[in-house]
């Protein structure tokens, strides 16, 4: 049945459109680039249509090679993990879990001990970086936790929470905030669509007039920093219910006016479909799910 598949020029194949390169598909398989060129060359010449368009510099995959790459992936990654299932001494599962520094200090991280006590033989490792992950290309990747207002229909995901953005202090700093202008703090945000309302939106929803009044604005690049900052008194922050709620659950922070919020975006989980039948995917995709039932945010 499946005696005529060219099984190397698709191995091939495969690692070549997972990295946009011939070079570094050659380095991963041990062979020189002139072999991954003649394994695709003999792979379009047995499909009759070419798989990518050969650019200056760099590769791209035309629409049936994009067609044949997602198919492709996704049965190799179910293979591999048959395989790795059989082994009688597995090694511990290994997971990486790619999110944004922010959302990885102030609500995964400190959750974690609950997965590890959970699942002892997962040997998770955290990728912290605000760039979009391509899960299409990276294969490192197992899962993003990613923050967007959009949809994702080519990953398979698992929608964790909505968020709302309100204003918090320490409790000092929110007791005089109805008596005296107080000091702002913000983030310079990374991305300006989601975070184009702001403070301003806020402002105009409460009725406050702070920054009408010069009030004093204090940005940090990050929202842990701002957040930081409004727990030693500096002032009060515009922040987001989930990345703030472990500080209001341990009463460092409280809400300032808790009735006046605006809107966010959303937190999902997302990985190449297929993947999530990864035990360690799908462990951590059902303690994901556990957690955030039990965290109750408002």
Known sequence: MFAALPLTALRTFESASRLLSFKAAAEE????????SHQ???LETWLG???FERLPRQVRLTEGGERLFHSLHGALLDVAQS?????????????TVSTTPAFAALWLVPRLGRFYAAHPDINLRLDTQCEVVDLQQDASIDLVIRYSLGDYPQLYGQCLFDEHFAVYGSPEQVARAGSQVPT???VRWHNSKLYALGWQAWCDKAGEQWLAQT???REYDEEHYALQAAIAGQGLVLASNILVSESIASG???PYRPDISVDGAGYSALCVPGRERHPPVRAFFQWMQEEVKSAQIR
Do not use: E, K, N
């Not at 398989?29 to 991954?36: F, I, M, S, Y």
């Not at 395989?83 to 997971?95: E, N």
């Open 184 to 186: 702002l703090i913000s």
């Open 40 to 42: 695709i060359r003999s």
């Open 252 to 254: 460092l922070l409280v």
């Open 83 to 95: 395989l790795d299932s059989l082994r009688p001494q597995r090694s511990a599962g290994q997971l």
């Open 49 to 51: 249509l070419a798989l």
């Open 29 to 36: 398989l041990a062979v020189t680039p002139t072999a991954v």
């Open 215 to 217: 009030s004093p604005l």
